[in-house]
Each structure stands twice: as C-alpha cells, then as structure tokens.
Nanobody, 115 residues
C-alpha cells in the first residue's frame, strides 16, 4: 500500500512562486504516474499536471507555461513548481499516485495567492 503526502504550500503574493513536493512511500514509485490536482472553495477538484513513469508531462491549459512538474525517483518525490501565481490559483493542492488504475491521494496542501 502506498502513502502520499504533500508539503510546501503557503501564502504568496501575486506574481510570486512556490514549490510543492509530494513524497510517496513504497518501492514502485518509479512506475507510478504522479499527478497534481487542486480544489478551490466551492469548486470541483480539477486537474493541474501529471508526469508519467517515462517522464512525459501534461498540464491544464490554465497553468501551462507557469507551472512545472518534475520527479526524482531516487527520492520517491514529485515536485510542482508554481511561478507567476495568480489569485485564481488559490486552492488546496492534492497529489496522487497512480499504478494499474489504482489512485492514491494525499491530504492536500493549501496555496493562497493574495496581496
């Protein structure tokens, strides 16, 4: 069974940057597709970015060019670099790990973009 935990959220001004990290337990990390989602108050959870075991990345249109997903298989960790943040990026950011159609979610980390 895999466990997933996020870190790195916080309060940042518009135009600022944050780096989120997601650590996953277990020995099969390198085989998992890792993804980031977010959920703003009163809205449904939405896809942000994902990276496959081969390193292929995919982004939501709203974050493409501003956010970068990466992974370090030696550290069992996925990162999401958030640049040029906007108030509309405010949300709880969730990480998930996917293997053989089984998806495991973390508890989320709050990102607040406000002046």
């Amino acid at each position: 069974q895999v466990h997933v935990g996020e870190a790195g959220g916080g309060l940042v001004q518009p135009g600022g940057s944050l780096r989120l990290s997601c650590a996953a337990s277990g020995t099969l990390f390198r085989l998992r597709t890792m993804g980031w989602y977010r959920q703003a108050p009163g809205k449904q959870r939405e896809f942000v970015a994902a990276i496959t075991s081969a390193g292929t990345t995919n982004y939501a249109a709203s974050v493409k060019g501003r956010f970068t997903i990466s992974r370090d298989n030696a550290q069992n960790t996925t990162y999401l670099q958030l640049n040029s943040l906007k108030p509309e990026d405010t949300a709880v950011y969730y990480c998930n790990a996917v293997l053989a159609s089984v998806r495991t979610w973390g508890q989320g980390t709050q990102v607040t973009v406000s002046s």
